[in-house]
C-alpha cells in the first residue's frame, strides 16, 4: 500500500488529497493538532510537521480495540454497549466484512478511563462469555494493544541523532482540505510558497506528517517496468546507487505477475555529478545492458 504523495506548498497551505484525507479521518472544518520537528543536519529533511485529531496529552490512554463481531443485525450496536456502559470512549473507527469470513472486524482507536484499564476491560468480556451472556453474544473476540502515538512525537535526547521538537501549535482547523502552516508556524517556516512536500500516513495511529526538505535538495521521480523477477529490482537500484542519489521513496507494484512489474522512485539528486537531464538520456542507454526488459516509463524533475 502506498501512503505518502509529494504536493508542493501554495502560498502557505498544504492540500491534502481525498484519498488520503479521507483515510486519515481529516474532516473538512475538523481541529487538528499539531507538533513542529527539526531533522538533524545529515539527510534531506528539514522541518516536519505531524498532524493528530487527537491533543498530546490524551496519547497515554489512546488504545487500540479490534473487535471480531458475528456478521449478524445488531452486532455493531452491541460492540459498542459493551464499550460504552464502561464509559470508553470511540474515537475515529474502520469495520469492514472479513475477506472469504463470516466475521467483522472493527477496528478502533479508543480512549480509555485511565492506564492500565485495558487488562480489566478484557478480564470483563471474557468473563461475560465465559458465562454465555446475551449482552456480548454477538463479539467473538477482542483484542487490545497500546497505540504508542508517543513514540511519533518523542525528540531527540542529548547527543542523538533524531529529530528535535520545536513547537506544538495550537489547535486548527482545516479549511478546502488545506493545512495552512501560517497559523502556527509562519515566524519558522518562511517563504515555502511552491516548495516540494512529502505527506505520510501512518494509519494505525490515524496520524499525518508533512515534510519539508533542506534548501537545495533536488528531487526527481522516476517510473519504469523492470522484470516482475529475484533481481529486478537489484539491478535498478544499482545503477542509482553508482550515482550517488539519495532514495525518499520506492514503490514497485506486479503488471503482470512473473513478468513485468512497475518501479517508481523519488530520488534527491543534489549530491550526484549528474544533472537531472543527463540521467534522464542516460538510462534507457544503461537499461539495454541490464538482464531482461527494462523500459522507461516517466521521468518528472520536482522542480
Not at 454465555?132 to 483484542?143: A, L, M, Q, Y
Given at each position: 500500500?502506498?501512503?505518502?504523495?509529494?504536493?508542493?506548498?501554495?502560498?502557505?497551505?498544504?492540500?491534502?488529497?481525498?484519498?488520503?484525507?479521507?483515510?486519515?479521518?481529516?474532516?473538512?472544518?475538523?481541529?487538528?493538532?499539531?507538533?513542529?520537528?527539526?531533522?538533524?543536519?545529515?539527510?534531506?529533511?528539514?522541518?516536519?510537521?505531524?498532524?493528530?485529531?487527537?491533543?498530546?496529552?490524551?496519547?497515554?490512554?489512546?488504545?487500540?480495540?479490534?473487535?471480531?463481531?458475528?456478521?449478524?443485525?445488531?452486532?455493531?450496536?452491541?460492540?459498542?454497549?459493551?464499550?460504552?456502559?464502561?464509559?470508553?470512549?470511540?474515537?475515529?473507527?474502520?469495520?469492514?466484512?472479513?475477506?472469504?469470513?463470516?466475521?467483522?472486524?472493527?477496528?478502533?482507536?479508543?480512549?480509555?478511563?485511565?492506564?492500565?484499564?485495558?487488562?480489566?476491560?478484557?478480564?470483563?468480556?471474557?468473563?461475560?462469555?465465559?458465562?454465555?451472556?446475551?449482552?456480548?453474544?454477538?463479539?467473538?473476540?477482542?483484542?487490545?494493544?497500546?497505540?504508542?502515538?508517543?513514540?511519533?512525537?518523542?525528540?531527540?535526547s542529548s547527543g542523538s541523532n533524531g529529530k528535535q521538537e520545536i513547537r506544538r501549535g495550537y489547535p486548527c482547523t482545516i479549511e478546502d482540505g488545506c493545512f495552512d502552516v501560517s497559523k502556527v508556524y509562519g515566524d519558522i517556516l518562511k517563504d515555502i510558497s511552491g516548495q516540494n512536500v512529502l505527506i505520510t500516513m501512518d494509519a494505525d495511529t490515524w496520524v499525518l506528517s508533512i515534510t519539508f526538505f533542506k534548501e537545495g535538495t533536488d528531487l526527481?521521480?522516476?517510473?519504469?517496468?523492470?522484470?516482475?523477477?529475484?533481481?529486478?529490482?537489484?539491478?535498478?537500484?544499482?545503477?542509482?546507487?553508482?550515482?550517488?542519489?539519495?532514495?525518499?521513496?520506492?514503490?514497485?507494484?506486479?503488471?503482470?505477475?512473473?513478468?513485468?512489474?512497475?518501479?517508481?522512485?523519488?530520488?534527491?539528486?543534489?549530491?550526484?555529478?549528474?544533472?537531472?537531464?543527463?540521467?534522464?538520456?542516460?538510462?534507457?542507454?544503461?537499461?539495454?545492458?541490464?538482464?531482461?526488459?527494462?523500459?522507461?516509463?516517466?521521468?518528472?524533475?520536482?522542480?
Amino acid at each position: 500500500m502506498k501512503i505518502w504523495e509529494f504536493a508542493k506548498v501554495n502560498g502557505s497551505s498544504i492540500k491534502v488529497d481525498n484519498w488520503m484525507s479521507d483515510t486519515m479521518g481529516l474532516v473538512e472544518g475538523g481541529c487538528v493538532y499539531s507538533t513542529l520537528f527539526k531533522h538533524p543536519v545529515e539527510g534531506p529533511k528539514d522541518y516536519e510537521i505531524i498532524l493528530s485529531m487527537f491533543p498530546q496529552e490524551n496519547y497515554r490512554t489512546l488504545t487500540h480495540i479490534t473487535m471480531y463481531l458475528d456478521d449478524v443485525p445488531g452486532s455493531s450496536a452491541q460492540a459498542a454497549s459493551f464499550l460504552a456502559d464502561r464509559e470508553i470512549n470511540i474515537l475515529n473507527s474502520v469495520s469492514l466484512n472479513g475477506i472469504s469470513d463470516t466475521v467483522i472486524v472493527w477496528k478502533l482507536m479508543a480512549d480509555l478511563n485511565f492506564a492500565g484499564e485495558a487488562d480489566i476491560l478484557l478480564d470483563s468480556f471474557n468473563a461475560l462469555k465465559n458465562a454465555k451472556d446475551p449482552s456480548v453474544s454477538k463479539i467473538r473476540r477482542i483484542d487490545i494493544k497500546p497505540a504508542e502515538i508517543g513514540r511519533l512525537f518523542k525528540g531527540c535526547s542529548s547527543g542523538s541523532n533524531g529529530k528535535q521538537e520545536i513547537r506544538r501549535g495550537y489547535p486548527c482547523t482545516i479549511e478546502d482540505g488545506c493545512f495552512d502552516v501560517s497559523k502556527v508556524y509562519g515566524d519558522i517556516l518562511k517563504d515555502i510558497s511552491g516548495q516540494n512536500v512529502l505527506i505520510t500516513m501512518d494509519a494505525d495511529t490515524w496520524v499525518l506528517s508533512i515534510t519539508f526538505f533542506k534548501e537545495g535538495t533536488d528531487l526527481i521521480k522516476v517510473g519504469m517496468e523492470i522484470p516482475d523477477c529475484p533481481g529486478g529490482i537489484t539491478q535498478a537500484l544499482s545503477v542509482i546507487a553508482k550515482w550517488n542519489v539519495n532514495l525518499i521513496s520506492v514503490f514497485s507494484k506486479v503488471k503482470i505477475c512473473y513478468q513485468t512489474m512497475y518501479l517508481e522512485l523519488v530520488m534527491d539528486i543534489h549530491g550526484s555529478d549528474r544533472t537531472a537531464e543527463q540521467i534522464k538520456s542516460d538510462l534507457p542507454g544503461i537499461f539495454d545492458g541490464l538482464n531482461g526488459i527494462f523500459k522507461l516509463n516517466e521521468f518528472t524533475h520536482l522542480e
